[in-house]
């Protein structure tokens, strides 16, 4: 996988995501995101530090285009950027940084992908829940609502991953 | 990769994650009032819990000096509530010789010393020759007569107390004209005797026996005790015993009486017998 494509598969998720954003409402209980994916696609070799920033601009951007508060997905996509490494070490052990120019996830067994994707889901949405409520709303729901919303958003990352990630 | 990092590394990574946080949080709070509230209650609460632990902290370590403190503290109070409580019991003396009799100068002391124990028994008062004391003053309470001062110093004065055998005070009984010298009945630290009564004298036992004011030391009037009974003494005379109101074993404040006409009495005597030898 080329760099201009991997840029090129960022982008395209970053716009679909503001698309899910701006135009898909399921439930209080159930928001979905794929900015989990742009931070765990990103190459091996592009350490924590470019991993942090890409999960800032990503976030921002998608805040900035949607209806979103502006740095409520930067705030929740830093603390991935930073466990990226720790959560893709956890699911695939060390085999998958022999790859060290293409994504990570597109060496990873289906099983081991949403494992990655969902700890990563529930790593960001539970900054995002929490912030979003902002102390307003009991702890069950938020609970539920992140527990919800990484289950389902690591099940569209998996499935998304197959097509974008894995090369045949 | 993360595996291996220097610790510079590691030090850079956590500043660029802390540096972008910050900026996000920015960003929320200037984008959103519900985030800016919840952000500022944290905020507070934030400050509120690290105030209040440095303060526990510094409080813990300041225990000591503050210990010091108190203990500085309760002692200085100790001490008020002494001087308090000894200017309580100087007023209550005073309260009770608030009338000197005429021609008396009363002075207020308080027992250095006093003895109970032995035959011979004396007091010792903190005010001397400053303060205005001279031998042969009287000393008394509001319950009757302590003693005479036998020996002054500068600052400190020194008594035969009633409980001596060379002490006797001249009393009568109220309500009659019976007078006589009073002495301790050298057993008790309450009872005294009045001694040569005469026989067709009649006492009534619970009658109060008052100085007589027939010696220059003690004004007359001042109460002493009451009778308790009477025993012929040769068969000629009675002791008539005095259940004293004052008892030796409590005396704490006491009151000096000094005479100020006792040196033209004593002059006076003096030249009568000089008369009479001639």
């Known amino acids: 996988m080329t760099n201009g494509r991997r840029i090129v598969t960022a982008v395209a998720l970053c716009l679909a995501q503001i698309l899910l954003s701006n135009y898909l409402y399921l439930s209080h209980y159930l928001v979905l995101n794929l900015l989990p994916l742009v931070i765990l696609s990103l190459p091996e070799s592009r350490n924590v530090n470019i991993a942090m920033l890409i999960a800032f601009v990503a976030g921002f951007a998608v805040d900035f285009a949607s209806s979103g508060i502006l740095g409520l997905s930067s705030a929740s996509l830093l603390p991935v950027a930073i466990l990226r490494f720790p959560i893709l070490r956890a699911v695939g052990g060390e085999e998958y940084m022999v790859h060290r120019d293409s994504p990570p996830v597109g060496h990873l067994t289906t099983r081991g992908v949403f494992l990655a994707t969902l700890s990563a889901a529930a790593v960001f949405f539970l900054c995002y829940v929490f912030i979003d409520a902002a102390g307003t709303r009991p702890l069950w729901f938020n609970l539920t609502r992140m527990a919800l919303s990484s289950v389902a958003s690591a099940a569209l990352m998996t499935f998304l991953n197959r097509f974008l990630f894995v090369e045949k | ?278």
């Open chain 2, 1 to 278: 990769m993360a595996k291996g990092r220097s610790t510079s590394g590691i030090l850079l990574s956590a500043a660029i994650f802390i540096l972008l946080e910050v900026a996000a949080v920015a960003l929320l709070h200037s984008s959103s009032q519900l985030q800016s509230i919840w952000l500022n209650r944290a905020s507070h609460h934030l400050i509120g819990w690290i105030c209040g632990t440095s303060d526990n902290i510094r409080s813990y370590f300041n225990l000591r000096e503050r210990n010091h403190q108190l203990e500085e503290e309760n002692a200085i109070l100790s001490e008020q509530i002494r001087n308090y409580r000894e200017m309580q019991a100087q007023d209550s003396a005073r309260s009770s010789f608030c009338a000197p009799a005429e021609g008396f100068t009363y002075i207020f002391a308080k027992t250095a010393k006093i003895s109970i124990g032995s035959q011979h028994n004396h007091v010792v008062l903190n005010k001397g020759y400053a303060d205005g004391v001279s031998e042969r003053c009287g000393i008394i309470t509001n319950q009757g007569v302590i003693g005479v001062i036998d020996a002054v110093d500068r600052n400190y004065s020194y008594g035969r107390t009633l409980m001596n055998p060379n002490t006797s005070v001249s009393v009568k009984v109220d309500d009659s004209e019976i007078a006589g010298p009073m002495v301790w009945d050298g057993k008790s630290t309450n009872r005294a005797l009045m001694r040569g009564v005469p026989l067709f004298q009649k006492l009534h036992e619970g009658d109060t026996v008052r100085t007589s004011g027939y010696s220059s030391i003690f004004p007359a009037g001042i109460p002493v005790g009451t009778v308790e009974g009477s025993t012929t003494r040769n068969g000629a005379t009675q002791d008539v015993e005095i259940k004293l109101f004052q008892d030796f074993s409590a005396v704490d404040y006491v009151v000096i009486v000094r005479n100020e006409d006792r040196e033209e009495i004593d002059a006076i005597e003096k030249r009568g017998m000089a008369n009479d030898k001639r």
